[in-house]
T-cell receptor, first 118, second 116 residues
Framework: AQTVTQSQPEMSVQEAETVTLSCTYDTSENNYYLFWYKQPPSRQMILVIRQEAYKQQNATENRFSVNFQKAAKSFSLKISDSQLGDTAMYFCAFMLTNYGGATNKLIFGTGTLLAVQP | DAGVTQSPTHLIKTRGQQVTLRCSPKSGHDTVSWYQQALGQGPQFIFQYYEEEERQRGNFPDRFSGHQFPNYSSELNVNALLLGDSALYLC???????????????FGPGTRLLVL
């Protein structure tokens, strides 16, 4: 069975600074996807970034980038130039590659609550 | 383009009652997954519907059931409600893809269920 671990329940960062959120996962499979989702206090879960396990290049989306270490089963999220609107719960999630038809289920970590301070 | 919508936003029930939650997927999506998120926890997968059939199921009892309609919208039903069923119920939609393609799931705002 696959598991996702987020070891930082809460983190705080000053506005405009950089912060890194950690995520490790466990799987015996070779083909999968990893995601970071953001859930602001309004509670709607929003996709931040995704990474295909077969790609060696780390994914980036504007101020958000990941450090994907497949051998170490590590998938950290770096937020640069933090903004007040980045305050939210961040969830790391794992998904096995599907084999045709419906996509597979997401397996989530317990989340990291990030507070951006003015 | 409307995203994933869910209704109602909030619901209060008493133990033993039954509840139905509804979800409309993002335009063009044909797969709906349901998740339960207890307070302070990450979402837990309940089940997934594709082509009007339950395709995958998480570790939830038979009291949790669902349905998908021809227009791809979906319902989650919970019978004999327990206090522990109090949670945020999230619906996510995605597009079925070719083998080896991991389609992103897009979430709705959720339904907050409180069981008294």
């Amino acid at each position: 069975a696959q598991t996702v671990t987020q070891s930082q329940p809460e983190m705080s960062v000053q506005e405009a600074e950089t912060v890194t959120l950690s995520c490790t996962y466990d799987t015996s499979e070779n083909n999968y996807y990893l995601f970071w989702y953001k859930q602001p206090p309004s509670r709607q879960m929003i996709l931040v970034i995704r990474q295909e396990a077969y790609k060696q290049q780390n994914a980036t989306e504007n101020r958000f980038s990941v450090n994907f270490q497949k051998a170490a089963k590590s998938f950290s999220l770096k937020i640069s130039d933090s903004q007040l609107g980045d305050t939210a719960m961040y969830f790391c999630a794992f998904m096995l590659t599907n084999y045709g038809g419906a996509t597979n289920k997401l397996i989530f970590g317990t989340g990291t609550l990030l507070a951006v301070q003015p | 383009d409307a995203g994933v919508t869910q209704s109602p936003t909030h619901l209060i029930k008493t133990r033993g009652q039954q509840v139905t939650l509804r979800c409309s997927p993002k335009s063009g999506h044909d797969t709906v997954s349901w998740y339960q998120q207890a307070l302070g926890q990450g979402p837990q997968f309940i089940f997934q519907y594709y082509e009007e059939e339950e395709r995958q199921r998480g570790n939830f009892p038979d009291r949790f059931s669902g349905h998908q309609f021809p227009n791809y919208s979906s319902e989650l039903n919970v019978n004999a409600l327990l206090l522990g069923d109090s949670a945020l119920y999230l619906c996510a939609s995605s597009l079925s893809g070719l083998a080896g393609v991991g389609e992103t799931q897009y979430f709705g705002p959720g339904t907050r269920l409180l069981v008294l």
